[in-house]
């Protein structure tokens, strides 16, 4: 069954440094999104993205957040200048077309030290 | 703009006990989809269940059974004769749905940590 891959698992960065997770959709789904969850909390939306541009994006999406998709695969989620309240898991998710289901992948923990 | 509730912070049960999670969400959308998600202690987000807002008829899979009632904008979700495998925070989610583009964000409860002791 397809699904949502996400690497690394896990990443640990000093503060200030940019970081990048990456994300793998599914391969016919169109939609993607960016959630993050910060230890103990809720999971929170931050961006979507449709026909290669952000449809939508929270509050905490600011200027030290992107997303591109590079190639026809891969979905990123960069992060320019970590800060210590970065630290959180971070959630890729995609849909097809018709479907309002969104996929999730494993998340990716990042620690920011 | 949305809103999801689940005022149930923390449940505990011993095994084999019915459970239900409370879910109350707010929406001007007149069509919507709502959601349930385990998140087991590894992590991830475990797809359970969708429902539209057309759709009041309620759901029953295996131990799991879910209520959707719009005059009180609940979607609670019971469990029957719990199990230790059940532990875990589950999310009660809504994004607003008419086709295509317009399927929104997942806006997410805050989740109940649902403990299952032996």
């Known amino acids: 069954e397809p699904e949502v891959t996400q690497t690394p698992s896990h990443q640990v960065t000093q503060m200030g440094q940019e970081v990048i997770l990456r994300c793998v959709p599914i391969?016919?789904?169109?939609?993607f999104y960016w959630y993050r969850q910060i230890l103990g909390q809720k999971v929170e939306f931050l961006v979507s993205?449709?026909?290669?541009?952000?449809?939508?994006k929270s509050e905490i999406f600011d200027d030290q957040f992107s997303v591109e998709r590079p190639d026809g695969s891969n979905f990123t989620l960069k992060i320019r200048s970590t800060k210590l309240e970065d630290s959180a898991m971070y959630f890729c998710a995609s849909r097809d077309r018709a479907s309002s289901e969104q996929f999730f992948g494993p998340g990716t923990r990042l620690t920011v030290l | 703009a949305q809103k999801v509730t689940q005022a149930q912070t923390e449940i505990s049960v011993v095994e084999k006990e019915d459970v239900t999670l409370d879910c109350v969400y707010e929406t001007r959308d007149t069509t919507y989809y709502l959601f349930w998600y385990k998140q087991p202690p590894s992590g991830e987000l475990v797809f359970l269940i969708r429902?539209?807002?057309?759709?009041?008829q309620n759901e029953i899979s295996g131990r799991y059974s879910w209520n959707f009632q719009k005059s009180t904008s609940s979607f609670n979700f019971t469990i029957t004769a719990s199990q230790v495998v059940d532990s875990a925070v589950y999310f009660c989610?809504?994004?607003?749905?008419?086709?295509?583009?317009?399927?929104?964000?997942?806006?997410f409860g805050q989740g109940t940590i649902l403990t299952v002791h032996p």
């Open positions: 391969s016919n789904h169109l939609y």
């Open positions: 989610a809504l994004t607003r749905g008419a086709g295509g583009t317009s399927y929104g964000k997942l806006t």
């Open positions: 993205f449709y026909n290669n541009e952000i449809s939508e």
């Open positions: 429902r539209n807002s057309f759709d009041e």
